[in-house]
Structures are given as structure tokens and as C-alpha cells.
């Protein structure tokens, strides 16, 4: 970074692809040097940097899993090496449950998407927090879903999980208020992305998200851009009196099912 002293400096988890990669670009778009995570997908990470490369912004990937507490320890502290520190942290990094009833949901998986989503996430802020109040101002964003609005039936590790997460983001922004510290949530619908394209095909049999368009809210699918623009105002100076607040991001009210 000794080429851009005043840039800011992002961290996104698991931004390699889908909504991650959306909020990656858009955030290089603002002038934001951009660190991600991903937990397999490494070409799609490299591509992501790439991209990011190519919008002026500097960029770089480092493997990890948010449920695993190492990992985090090891990414945050590789990326406060590589880049000189970070202001901004976007909590994305997601896994889908497997769509079944309380009854038979599994003790694993319910621990594996509850860790995910919440246990992983607070691991993670616990680490990287204290390096966060050495600005005048950071931000952390968490990406939740509109799940947490319905609870839907087959589908409790997945929105207790989100459900979970929200309730750390609300808790989190009123510590770390007195340190300068935005702690903001943004919330998804359906998003055109590989695991939006999983969800509708496993949920309603459809093989192509985007004949959805007629039925969704504005005549399209909502897009990856569309959650990072929420995402972008949260942290850029127009939102400089905002914390502890929710933007759902789906249109009003999507009907697809």
C-alpha cells in the first residue's frame, strides 16, 4: 500500500464469488484497496482479485473458513501485514442448510450453519475489533438475509443462524459506538448467484433464475451490484451517522415459490 497512503481498506469474507464479489467490486469502484477470504473456490478468488486489480484498487485472497477461530487469526493478521491495517469489514461468507424439517435436521449440520453464520462471525469481530478502534472511524457490515423476516418452515439452522448474526450486529454496534466503530446490516433476498440458482431449482424445480424476472419485484432478479450498493453507502461518509441499523434488500416483498 505505499503507493496509496490514504486509501481505505476493506476486508470481505468469503468474497470470491456471488454477492462477496459483488460487494469487492463495488467497493474497489469507491476507491477501497480490497483483502478476501474464500474457503475453497480459489480460482474464482484469484479472478476476483484480478478484477479488482483492474479497477486501480489493490488486492489480494487468503483462504480461511470463518467457523474455524485459527482462521480468522491467521486472516486478519495476514491481511493487517500485506495491506498496513483495514477500516472495513464485511462479514459475507455463507453456507446454504439443506432444506429440512426441525425434525430432520441433523445435529452437524445444525452446528455447521449456526457456526457459519453466528459463532464463526463473532470469533472473527472478537480478533479483529481491537484493531478497528485505532481509526477515527471503521465499519462493519454483516450480511444477513431476509429470512430472518418470514422463518420459513424447513429452514431453522439457516435463519437461526442469520437471526443469530443480527442480534451480534445490534449488540456489537452499541460497544463499539464510543470507539467510532458503524456496525450496520444489510439483508438479502433472492440474489442471482450460484447458491440463488441452487436454491430455486432444489425449492421450486426452476433451472433458470433469471424467468423469474415477470414475478419479481422492478421486473428482475435482485443482483449481487444491488447488495453491495447498500453495502457502499453504509461505509462511505453519507452514512457517517448511521449504526445499528437493517436494510433488506429484495425489492419490498419477493413472491417466487
Not at 483492474?54 to 480461511?64: N, P, S, T, V
Not at 439483508?187 to 433464475?209: F, Q, S, W, Y
Not at 432478479?221 to 437493517?246: H, L, M, W
Request: proline share 4%.
Amino acid at each position: 500500500m505505499a503507493d496509496r497512503p490514504h486509501a481505505r481498506t476493506a476486508l470481505v469474507t468469503g468474497g470470491g464469488r456471488g454477492i462477496g464479489r459483488g460487494i469487492a467490486l463495488g467497493l474497489a469502484e469507491d476507491g477501497i484497496d480490497v483483502a478476501i477470504t474464500y474457503r475453497k473456490d480459489a480460482d474464482s478468488a484469484a479472478e476476483t482479485v484480478t478484477e479488482i486489480e483492474k479497477l486501480g484498487r489493490a488486492a489480494a485472497a487468503f483462504q480461511g473458513d470463518v467457523s474455524v477461530p485459527d482462521d480468522n487469526n491467521r486472516n486478519v493478521a495476514e491481511v493487517i501485514d500485506r495491506f498496513g491495517g483495514f477500516q472495513i469489514l464485511v462479514s459475507n461468507g455463507g453456507i446454504a442448510s439443506r432444506g429440512r424439517s426441525v425434525v430432520d435436521t441433523e445435529p452437524d449440520e445444525l452446528l455447521r450453519v449456526v457456526s457459519t453464520h453466528a459463532l464463526g462471525p463473532h470469533h472473527l469481530f472478537s480478533v479483529a475489533v481491537p484493531h478497528l478502534r485505532t481509526y477515527d472511524r471503521s465499519d462493519i457490515v454483516v450480511i444477513s438475509s431476509v429470512a430472518t423476516l418470514g422463518h420459513a418452515a424447513n429452514g431453522a439452522p439457516y435463519s437461526m443462524g442469520k437471526a443469530a448474526l443480527e442480534s451480534l450486529a445490534m449488540t456489537l454496534a452499541k460497544e463499539e459506538r464510543d470507539h467510532g466503530i458503524r456496525v450496520n446490516i444489510v439483508a438479502p433476498g433472492l440474489v442471482e448467484t450460484e447458491m440463488g440458482r441452487r436454491l430455486v431449482k432444489g425449492a421450486a424445480g426452476i433451472d433458470d433464475i433469471t424467468s423469474l424476472s415477470e414475478r419479481m419485484p422492478f421486473g428482475r432478479v435482485c443482483q449481487p451490484e444491488d447488495i453491495a450498493n447498500a453495502v457502499r453507502f453504509f461505509v462511505s461518509e453519507k452514512a457517517g451517522y448511521i449504526t445499528g441499523e437493517k436494510i433488506n434488500v429484495y425489492g419490498g416483498g419477493q413472491d417466487w415459490r
